[in-house]
């Protein structure tokens, strides 16, 4: 915990005295004609860290950002007005002193005294012994532009980003104020596509933050989605928990490059299949998914809006609590209430596994009619067996099956092994994950038009996709869906695709398109079932954060029938 520094013994005497606005003033006036020592240049140095630790310097700038209060940074950011001749020198410097120590407004020209110090990486004065104000005085925002030689050079400083910044990250919007922002678009998986240069992705991306410190703040930024753009964002740069921040001094100019769409983009075909994760939807309160019978039925309106927009004929699902019948029947008759009786039915699953959530399936007994019993597999590779199952259309035609799939996670890496993190960008379980693709190529030989699709936890150039296409099935979204729109996931501000559709070479043939709705994905966690840190007044029972993954939808035109 910081300490806050205690004011000047010459301050605490003025107070007690009484002294009168005319002694004020002339204490005032001597102090400012107290010179600096330092140049703020010189206090930051041309490193990464200030050349003067721990000696008490007195520096002078302008006040460019005010954050005093104890639920912001509780300090504010100074510029010295006339840079020096050396680039690599900010012109910055954050002051460690709340408003009850000396009450400061940007514009004002201040003197202060201080230890220069790096409190975590970040160059400041703290504590500080002095802060007097000398009149008034003005910075211009430096254009800075994204990437650029580095950030350390500029810390501290006033700086507007005249291009426009596309919104990559919100993931803790709503529980830190964070927005990160990127020069160029998005941020993609670098095993999601070819041609994506991590390295590359930092130097273009920023975080934007709020100018506190307070987990869960009671007023929250603009809620914007990713994709939307903000253009000529205005903040002084500040640093903390390993990272430089932007903290806003004007409004945050965002443009809703990205709106919201009502229903997927329609697919051609007689049959409509989708692919859906859940996020544990259970209805054993209190183990995973919703905490409490509140956030239950959130949570089941929410999943509900989104099964009745997709609109398929049939849904795969993932991460259905796997306790029989009880949560899938669950979700099919709240379904059903919405959209009409009879409208879906769910299937047994013959092997659901004995893992604590397992995959389902849910279809219109009115456009399509099961072939057979529902199977599985026995392989014990598989912790969460697939469930296969084929349809025709009621009138009749060509069948297809559908195998629905949840492959080995990315979490809980062992520490040793094939399975453990090969430190190349697939995470730990992959070589998991291949023996699983590798199973499902055998299992589909036999099968009559075979679609794989589900959470394969695998993104677009992995090992397992790579399995799957080279054992002649072919991913039907990097046919049919626009690069730019072909994801379905984000993980630590980079989005990729997780949830696949894969098709032998005569059901490709049948394949007329696919898309991806994006009503999880690109939103903001803030929004989703929970009770816990979310702002009550942000829930709404619509499809959008029904989950973290976005719903797949395949258009199938099948020959014969009526």
């Known amino acids: 915990m910081r300490v806050l520094p205690r004011a000047s013994f010459g301050a605490l005497l003025v107070v007690a005295l009484g002294a009168t606005p005319a002694l004020a003033d002339s204490a005032a006036a001597a102090a400012c004609d107290t010179p600096a020592t330092h140049r703020v240049s010189q206090v930051q140095g041309a490193g990464d860290a200030t050349p003067v630790p721990g000696q008490t310097v007195r520096v002078e700038g302008v006040v460019t950002g005010d954050f005093q209060r104890t639920d912001q940074l509780s300090g504010f950011f100074i510029q010295d007005p006339r840079p020096d001749s050396d680039p690599r020198t900010s012109e910055g410097l954050f002051v460690f002193a709340r408003e009850s120590f000396k009450d400061v407004k940007p514009g004002d020209r201040v003197l202060v005294t201080g230890k220069a110090t790096e409190y975590n990486g970040w160059t400041e004065l703290s504590p500080v012994s002095a802060v007097d104000v000398c009149g008034t005085g003005a910075v211009t925002p430096q254009p800075y532009t994204l990437p650029g030689d580095g950030l350390e050079a500029v810390e501290n400083m006033l700086l507007t980003f005249p ?111 989708a692919s859906f994760n859940t996020l544990n939807w259970f209805t054993t309160v209190g183990t995973r998914g919703a905490s409490n019978p509140q956030e239950q039925q959130r949570q089941l309106a929410k999943l509900v809006a989104a ?43 013959p092997n659901p596994g004995t893992d604590v959530i397992h995959v389902g399936l849910i279809y219109k007994p009115a456009k399509l009619k099961p072939v057979g019993e529902a199977s599985s597999s026995q392989d014990p590779v598989f912790t969460r067996p697939p469930l296969i199952q084929t349809f025709r259309r009621v009138t009749g035609g060509q069948p297809f099956t559908m195998v629905v799939n949840h492959l080995k996670s990315k979490g809980s890496c062992p520490a040793g092994g094939p399975d453990a993190d090969q430190g190349d960008g697939q995470s730990c379980w992959n070589a998991t994950r291949v023996k699983q693709a590798q199973a499902l190529l055998q299992i589909v030989d036999d099968l009559p038009n075979p679609i794989v ?101 395949v258009g199938l035109t099948l020959p014969g029938g009526r």
């Open 163 to 273: 291009q426009p910044l596309t919104v990559s990250d919100t993931y803790n919007l709503g529980r830190y104020g964070e927005v990160t922002l990127a020069a160029g678009g998005r941020v993609f998986q670098s095993t999601d596509r070819p041609g994506v240069d991590p390295a590359a992705d930092k130097r273009r991306s920023l975080l934007l933050d709020d100018g506190s410190t307070r987990e869960n703040p009671a007023t929250l930024p603009p809620i914007v989605r990713l994709g939307d753009v903000a253009t000529g964002l205005t903040g002084v740069l500040g640093y903390g928990f390993g990272q430089y921040r932007l903290q806003p001094t004007q409004p945050v100019p965002y443009a809703g490059a990205n709106p919201r769409t009502p229903r997927p983009e329609p697919v051609v075909g007689n049959v409509t299949v």
């Open 307 to 349: 099964l009745k927009g997709v609109d398929a004929d049939a849904v795969a699902l993932m991460e259905v609590e796997n306790n029989g019948q009880t949560a899938l029947q669950a979700l099919v008759d709240a379904l059903n209430a919405e959209v009409g009786a009879g409208t879906y039915a769910a299937l047994r699953h």
């Open 453 to 553: 699709l589900g959470d394969l936890n695998a993104y677009g150039e992995e090992d397992p996709i790579d399995t799957l296409e080279a054992g002649g099935l072919t991913s039907v979204t990097k046919k049919f869906v626009p690069e730019e729109q072909r994801y379905s996931y984000l993980f630590q501000g980079q989005s990729g695709e997780l949830d696949h559709a894969f098709v032998g070479r005569q059901l490709l043939k049948r394949v007329t398109s696919a898309t991806i709705w994006h009503i999880n994905a690109d939103e903001p966690r803030v929004l989703d079932y929970n009770t816990e840190y979310n702002p009550p007044d942000l829930y709404r029972p619509d499809a959008y954060r029904s989950s973290d993954h976005d719903p797949l939808v």
